[in-house]
């Protein structure tokens, strides 16, 4: 019996998972074993395969397969003419819109994603590579597993500038599995953001020293929810979370007489839509600030100015009390009013016997004399006497 052994170690655009290896004749083709989601959200199938070295122009097609009872129902396939290129030249799909390509043809990368999941989603897929030089598949189906919903994708709002935390929860696979890696995708266009990776000490960090991110959850415990700083408006989109739950003691069955290589793989994933307003522009609102200033300055001085009036008024009260307990000889006549006015109020005075009383108690009181009082016109007249009234 042959014995294999295959290594692959290929850093992915989509998903950063190292799952079975099946090999033959230079052909292998990696995937996982398990991926769950949450029915409404996406989900992405990983795929990635080698071939034999060639001098041929590749052109092919790549396969997605669900298997039930037994039997191949394509629900994928991308279709390309050309080596080097990275996305399909024609795509055809069986879940209305649903199934799309999000890997990468020059890197090998043949994974998928399934939006709005149901849970008539759920079962058994497999991946082939059909090239013009040859064709290989997945050994180890990947099983798709849509729980329901505890609540609809969560949608977090941040503000340019600030920070804010990703949630990530999903139910912790069994224990006999370690977690090892956790990336983060951008959903549209498919995207790496980051990957955390858990080291030997138990600590997590982020590869490459990316400081962005920060992850504050524990992966252990079904937790993988991060923290972006710094945020960006074009930060707004929609992430898939994505842990790495592996076991590289799992034995696999021998497939036609070809031993396949662990990991088995469970990959746990997570929908997360974050909305980032753009920050206040200091510079506007500085220039908001000013004018509201200086108009509660001015306020402010003019409540000082009232105070100090108000201020002034109480402490020349008992000096103007005590004038006023003095016998009057002669006020300051009143001031002359507009002539609409002496219209106005002087038509209500035009009893004689008032007029009479009037121009006695002014010459009194105020000091007008018969002569100064004739020397009036009639109107003002009558206003000199009904504001005399007025002050009794």
Known sequence: MRSLWVCLCTVLLSVSVQGYNYSKHGWSVSGVDVVSAVEGASAVLPCTFTHPSTDVALNGSMNWYKIESGASKQVFKCTFFGSGRSGCSTTQEAGGGRFGFVGNLSRRDASIMVQRLNRSDGGRYQCKVDLNIGKHQTAVLTELSVRAPGESVSVMNGTEGASVTLPCEFTRPPQNLTAHTVTWMRKDPYRHIVTFRRYENGSWAAENGVTRYELVGVPERGNASTRIKQLRVEDSHSYLCLADFSDF????????????????????????????????????????????????????????????????????????????????????????????????????????????????????????????????????AHIVRLEFFTAL
């Open 249 to 380: 003691t799992h034995p696999y069955p021998h497939f036609y007489g070809y031993q396949l290589d662990p990991p088995y793989i469970h990959l746990p994933q997570s929908e997360i839509r974050l909305r980032v307003r753009p920050g206040t522009d200091a510079f506007a609102v500085l220039m908001l600030c000013i004018p509201l200033g200086l108009k509660t300055l001015a306020l402010l001085v003019m409540g000082a100015v009232l105070c100090c009036d108000k201020l002034r008024e109480e402490t020349h009260a008992p000096q103007e009390a005590e004038k006023n307990r003095l016998p009057r000889t002669r006020s300051r006549r009143p001031a002359l009013l507009a002539p609409s006015a002496y219209r106005t109020l002087g038509a209500g005075i035009s009893d004689l016997t008032s007029k009479l009383l009037s121009d006695s108690l002014l010459s009194v009181f105020y000091g007008y004399s018969p002569s100064d009082i004739q020397q009036l016109c009639p109107c003002h």
